[in-house]
């Protein structure tokens, strides 16, 4: 090496240029943002990098390289997320919902429902509406029933694997968006509950003006009922021959029924009660039919019998000759084939001259009937109303139904009340006559049978 004095003009110069242009051992950070790794040891904590590689015997630039296989993703934790649940992928989907299709087309009904879709074409809006036809099932199938239903049918000697219940309800939902369970609540109907499910996640213009078109027929429901109920009430006497009542079950009881529940009782099973009321707008009462769950159900039969018994001994003792009768939408129990025929029977009997069954909401409650376990309330109605009427057929699309004794057997079905009627006439033709008024009442008065009570 040579010093800076004896160099000789401008080599000194030079050498700074140089000296400043080479890298020195010094490290440098490069550009990005830094990594930092924390050291753990188990039963300790954090520690510095020197104290970790000396615990788990490796050098520091092991820990380096690792370091850098980390950054490159060659070393990263297992996949855990959006992974397929490995039970739900043994279930045979194909099968699953060919089966629930069978099956709703078994128990369900098929109702024509309004959709509207939407194109953009060279910036025009389209709209295009067309009519899909949905299969509802009766509000009695809940989630749980189906499953129950599905897994009496696969040990019939099937070999497929069973899906779990939640899993089931999310798989059949998804394949199957046409098929849906028939909402039980009054006062909101299926195209309600398809149109609120459709505006869950958004709200347009367009969805919010249908269903508040869709609603206008409740309104002028409701309109209705008050006008029917201002015509029972008249003092002019013109009302004086129509009864006016509104039915329905109430929510399930169980006794004994206290609001602190102790906690032995979460080991048994509480007796349920139905309470079955009929509100009477005339006189402002109602009659309440109280019976336990080993008594009977809540079917049509029971439905049948209870307003057979009111009818027997309010409304005609009272001299009304017309019934408007209003209930919920519930087509296990009220909205169906057989109390409508049983209604049409007490017109051809001669019982009442005309019934308008229309469907709303349900009252209060009042007086009460306690019937009781072993005896003959309850009788058995669908078979022989079934012997002496047809099926109506498209029942769930109307909500009036008027029965008239000059159309015997006939029954005048309207979507509304200013629609214009459908007439069907459901009396059945045996031996080339149709069903008579005779033959209804020697049947409903001599053969009626006691419903078997429940085990």
Same mark, same amino acid.
């Given at each position: 090496m040579l010093s800076l004095s004896d160099d000789q003009g401008?080599?000194?110069? *030079?050498?700074?240029?140089?000296?400043?242009?080479? $890298?020195?051992?010094?490290?440098?950070?490069?550009?990005?943002?830094? $990594?930092?790794?924390?050291?753990?040891?188990?039963?300790?904590?954090?520690?510095?990098?020197?104290?970790?590689?000396?615990?788990?015997?490796?050098?520091?630039?092991?820990?380096?390289?690792y370091k850098k296989h980390v950054r490159d993703g060659s070393i990263s934790v297992k996949a855990h997320g959006n992974m397929l649940n490995k039970n739900a992928a043994k279930v045979n989907l194909v099968w699953l919902v060919k089966w629930f299709k069978n099956f709703a087309a078994e128990v369900g009904e098929v109702v024509p429902v309004k959709v509207r879709m939407q194109k953009t074409k060279d910036g025009v809006?389209?709209?295009?509406?067309?009519?899909?036809?949905?299969?509802? *099932?009766? /509000?009695?199938?809940?989630?749980? /029933? =189906?499953?129950?239903?599905?897994?009496?049918?696969?040990?019939?000697? *099937?070999?497929?694997?069973e899906? /779990?219940?939640?899993?089931?309800?999310?798989?059949?939902?998804?394949?199957?968006?046409?098929?849906?369970?028939?909402?039980?609540?009054?006062?909101?109907?299926?195209?309600?509950? =398809?149109?609120?499910?459709?505006?869950r996640t958004s709200a347009t213009a367009d969805q919010t003006e249908e269903l508040g078109q869709h609603t206008e027929s409740a309104r002028r429901m409701r309109r209705e009922c008050k006008k029917d109920k201002a015509t029972c009430k008249v003092t002019d006497g013109s009302g004086s021959d129509v009864a006016v009542i509104v039915m329905d079950f109430s929510q399930n009881l169980t006794i004994p029924s206290v609001t602190a529940t102790p906690s032995q009782w979460y080991f048994c099973s509480l007796l349920a009660v139905n309470v079955f009321g009929i509100y009477y707008e005339n006189d402002g009462t109602q009659t309440n039919y109280?019976? $336990?769950?080993?008594t009977s159900g809540k079917g049509s039969d029971q439905i049948?019998?209870?307003?057979?018994?009111? =009818?027997?001994?309010?409304?005609?003792p009272s001299g009304k000759k017309k019934l408007v009768l209003y209930a919920d939408n519930c087509s296990g129990q009220n909205k169906n084939n057989n109390v409508v025929r049983f209604l049409l029977a007490q017109v051809q009997m001669g019982t009442l001259d005309h019934v308008d069954y229309k469907f709303f909401d349900s009252a209060a409650s009042n007086t009460t009937v306690h019937i009781s376990r072993g005896n003959d309330f309850f009788k058995s109605y669908k078979p022989l109303v079934a012997e002496l009427y047809k099926k109506l057929s498209g029942i769930q699309q109307y909500q009036f139904f008027s029965m008239? /004794?000059?159309?015997?057997?006939?029954?005048?079905?309207?979507?509304?009340?200013?629609?214009a009627p459908v007439l069907q006439d459901l009396r059945r033709k =045996?031996?080339?006559?149709?069903?008579?008024?005779?033959?209804?009442?020697?049947?409903?008065?001599?053969?009626?049978e006691d419903l078997p009570s429940r085990p």
């Amino acid at each position: 090496m040579l010093s800076l004095s004896d160099d000789q003009g401008g080599e000194a110069h *030079l050498y700074l240029h140089v000296l400043m242009q080479t $890298d020195t051992t010094e490290r440098r950070r490069g550009s990005g943002e830094r $990594d930092k790794f924390h050291y753990y040891l188990p039963f300790v904590g954090l520690v510095c990098r020197p104290s970790f590689a000396r615990c788990v015997g490796v050098s520091p630039l092991t820990l380096q390289r690792y370091k850098k296989h980390v950054r490159d993703g060659s070393i990263s934790v297992k996949a855990h997320g959006n992974m397929l649940n490995k039970n739900a992928a043994k279930v045979n989907l194909v099968w699953l919902v060919k089966w629930f299709k069978n099956f709703a087309a078994e128990v369900g009904e098929v109702v024509p429902v309004k959709v509207r879709m939407q194109k953009t074409k060279d910036g025009v809006v389209k709209r295009y509406y067309t009519r899909e036809m949905y299969t509802l *099932l009766p /509000a009695t199938f809940t989630w749980d /029933a =189906i499953y129950d239903e599905m897994v009496a049918y696969v040990n019939r000697g *099937l070999r497929v694997f069973e899906p /779990a219940r939640s899993t089931m309800g999310k798989l059949l939902q998804l394949h199957c968006p046409n098929i849906r369970i028939r909402a039980a609540q009054s006062n909101v109907c299926d195209l309600c509950t =398809i149109y609120q499910s459709r505006m869950r996640t958004s709200a347009t213009a367009d969805q919010t003006e249908e269903l508040g078109q869709h609603t206008e027929s409740a309104r002028r429901m409701r309109r209705e009922c008050k006008k029917d109920k201002a015509t029972c009430k008249v003092t002019d006497g013109s009302g004086s021959d129509v009864a006016v009542i509104v039915m329905d079950f109430s929510q399930n009881l169980t006794i004994p029924s206290v609001t602190a529940t102790p906690s032995q009782w979460y080991f048994c099973s509480l007796l349920a009660v139905n309470v079955f009321g009929i509100y009477y707008e005339n006189d402002g009462t109602q009659t309440n039919y109280l019976y $336990d769950e080993t008594t009977s159900g809540k079917g049509s039969d029971q439905i049948n019998s209870m307003l057979h018994h009111f =009818i027997r001994t309010v409304v005609v003792p009272s001299g009304k000759k017309k019934l408007v009768l209003y209930a919920d939408n519930c087509s296990g129990q009220n909205k169906n084939n057989n109390v409508v025929r049983f209604l049409l029977a007490q017109v051809q009997m001669g019982t009442l001259d005309h019934v308008d069954y229309k469907f709303f909401d349900s009252a209060a409650s009042n007086t009460t009937v306690h019937i009781s376990r072993g005896n003959d309330f309850f009788k058995s109605y669908k078979p022989l109303v079934a012997e002496l009427y047809k099926k109506l057929s498209g029942i769930q699309q109307y909500q009036f139904f008027s029965m008239n /004794a000059q159309q015997p057997g006939v029954v005048q079905c309207r979507k509304g009340p200013n629609d214009a009627p459908v007439l069907q006439d459901l009396r059945r033709k =045996i031996d080339g006559r149709l069903t008579e008024s005779d033959n209804a009442r020697r049947k409903l008065t001599h053969f009626l049978e006691d419903l078997p009570s429940r085990p």
